[in-house]
């Protein structure tokens, strides 16, 4: 689990730094914290290490503001959680531009952000376990959704490719690509792209007219 701060107020900083580390002591948590005094190098850090679980954001920055920011770090990290701290309410709307998970008012209450990390650390739990059942002309292999990097259709078999390398092929399909994989295509980080093709946004960093690319 990765978090990443990012806050131009050195105090405020330090302050979201030591609840965050108090968090992980008490929970009892394997989390990596790494700290950001603007927003351009938690971009640049981001998009090299292949983003963050959790985003702790000020919203007042010079330059760059909190909500730019997260809509930034939205082109190429989709589930990634914000959580946007601010001495003032008057953001509130605007943060549903970065699809913000939470939004605690400065000075921060322990409790508050506490709570706020069980939520985000819990949903991206449950997305990591996703899981799927495959098919294969051998035996049923399960598969979590958050291994896959893409799948596609391949001689009426689905070809599913891991992040691993290896790839799983599922026995002869009698239906369409589409029907195959509704249950990829409703957990919302797999998106089609063309009849035979479907892709996790969640591993996919850019894309151009013809290329995608992974972490």
């Known amino acids: 689990m990765k978090i990443a701060i990012c806050d131009d107020d050195a105090r405020c900083r330090k302050q979201a730094l030591d609840l965050v580390n108090a968090y992980i002591v008490q929970r009892n948590k394997e989390i990596s914290v790494s700290v950001y005094d603007r927003a351009t190098a938690l971009i640049d850090a981001a998009q090299r290490f292949g983003g963050y679980d959790i985003y702790i954001l000020d919203i007042i920055m010079p330059g760059m503001n909190g909500i730019k920011l997260g809509v930034e770090l939205r082109t190429f990290d989709p589930d990634g959680k914000i959580l946007y701290l601010t001495s ?22 322990q409790e508050r952000l ?102």
């Open 88 to 109: 003032s309410m008057e953001y509130a709307y605007e943060s549903y531009q970065a699809k913000a998970f939470d939004y605690i008012l400065k000075p921060i209450q």
């Open 114 to 215: 506490f709570t706020a990390l069980d939520d985000a650390i819990a949903t991206i739990a449950n997305r990591k376990d996703k899981s799927l059942i495959v098919k294969t002309r051998e035996n049923r292999v399960k598969l979590t959704m958050d291994q896959i990097l893409y799948v596609e259709l391949v001689d009426r078999r689905v070809a599913y490719h891991l992040l691993n390398g290896d790839t799983v092929e599922s026995s002869s399909i009698r239906t369409t690509f589409a029907e195959c994989i509704q249950e990829l295509l409703a957990d919302g980080r797999f998106v089609l792209c063309g009849s035979g093709l479907a892709v996790n946004l969640y591993h996919v960093t850019k894309a151009d007219a013809e290329t995608l690319y992974f972490r």
